[in-house]
């Protein structure tokens, strides 16, 4: 099974859209492989109805989007044309056929003694590093919206060499402001002092102190 901080391992995959090499298919961009127990199931159809809904979202953020069960490809392309045509929404992003479980085994989809995916979602970025993993049992669907605020988060925190708290750019405590790093030693404490004096940061304490970005 794989962990956070891990490359994504090379796999060879065949999908809705032709034949895939991850993650090279994706090299220099983030991407988002997320699977589902099942074609033609209730929640499962939820689930790519509003991933569907929110695919351009994703692509702003520079985020492809790719999906995955232990179903044959002639099954995904029969519900996606369920979904078109019942739910008046064309599935746009590539869908693995992952029948023989090759792939949700080697990604540790599969849940001790089941025969389907779970509902695991990785987030991978440019370099091919899996920065995030979520999983929901496959009884409880997922909040696209959540990933997208992870995504946005994990972007936002390379980016700016900050962390980001508890429902940000919601949080309870700070708003929309990103958290700085602690402090390791005696002197970044001090220069934590300074910058609270100079009003570049605020802080609680010299362990917890924010910025506006």
Same mark, same amino acid.
């Given at each position: 099974?794989?962990?956070?901080?891990?490359?994504?391992?090379?796999?060879?995959?065949?999908?809705? +859209?032709?034949?895939?090499?991850?993650?090279?298919?994706?090299? &220099?961009?983030?991407?988002?492989?997320?699977?589902?127990?099942?074609?033609?199931?209730?929640?499962?159809?939820?689930?790519?109805?509003?991933?569907?809904?929110?695919?351009?979202?994703?692509?702003?953020?520079?985020?492809?989007?790719?999906?995955?069960?232990? @179903?044959?490809?002639?099954?995904?392309?029969?519900?996606?044309?369920?979904?078109? @045509?019942?739910?008046?929404?064309?599935?746009?992003?590539?869908?693995?056929?992952?029948?023989? &479980?090759?792939?949700?085994?080697?990604?540790?989809?599969?849940?001790?003694?089941?025969?389907?995916?779970?509902?695991?979602?990785?987030?991978? @970025?440019? +370099?091919?590093?899996?920065?995030?993993?979520?999983?929901?049992?496959?009884?409880?669907?997922? @909040?696209?919206?959540?990933?997208?605020?992870?995504?946005?988060?994990?972007?936002?925190?390379?980016?700016?060499?900050?962390?980001?708290?508890?429902?940000?750019?919601?949080?309870?405590?700070?708003?929309?402001?990103?958290?700085?790093?602690?402090?390791?030693?005696?002197?970044?404490?001090?220069?934590?002092?300074?910058?609270?004096?100079?009003?570049?940061?605020?802080?609680?304490?010299?362990?917890?102190?924010?910025?506006?970005?």
């Amino acid at each position: 099974m794989v962990v956070i901080g891990e490359k994504f391992p090379e796999i060879e995959v065949n999908t809705t +859209k032709g034949h895939m090499k991850l993650p090279d298919a994706f090299a &220099g961009k983030w991407f988002v492989l997320f699977s589902h127990p099942a074609d033609f199931t209730p929640v499962c159809t939820t689930e790519f109805y509003a991933m569907q809904q929110r695919l351009d979202k994703f692509k702003e953020m520079g985020v492809e989007v790719i999906g995955l069960s232990v @179903d044959q490809v002639f099954s995904h392309l029969k519900w996606m044309e369920w979904i078109k @045509d019942n739910l008046d929404l064309e599935i746009e992003f590539p869908v693995i056929a992952d029948d023989r &479980g090759f792939v949700a085994e080697a990604l540790g989809m599969i849940p001790q003694g089941a025969s389907t995916t779970a509902r695991a979602v990785f987030m991978v @970025d440019p +370099k091919g590093t899996i920065r995030a993993i979520v999983y929901y049992p496959a009884e409880v669907g997922r @909040d696209w919206d959540e990933i997208l605020r992870a995504l946005k988060a994990l972007q936002t925190s390379d980016a700016n060499g900050v962390a980001l708290p508890h429902k940000w750019p919601n949080n309870e405590l700070i708003g929309e402001r990103a958290i700085v790093p602690p402090a390791g030693t005696t002197d970044a404490i001090k220069q934590r002092e300074e910058s609270k004096a100079k009003g570049e940061i605020e802080c609680y304490d010299w362990w917890l102190c924010h910025k506006k970005l």
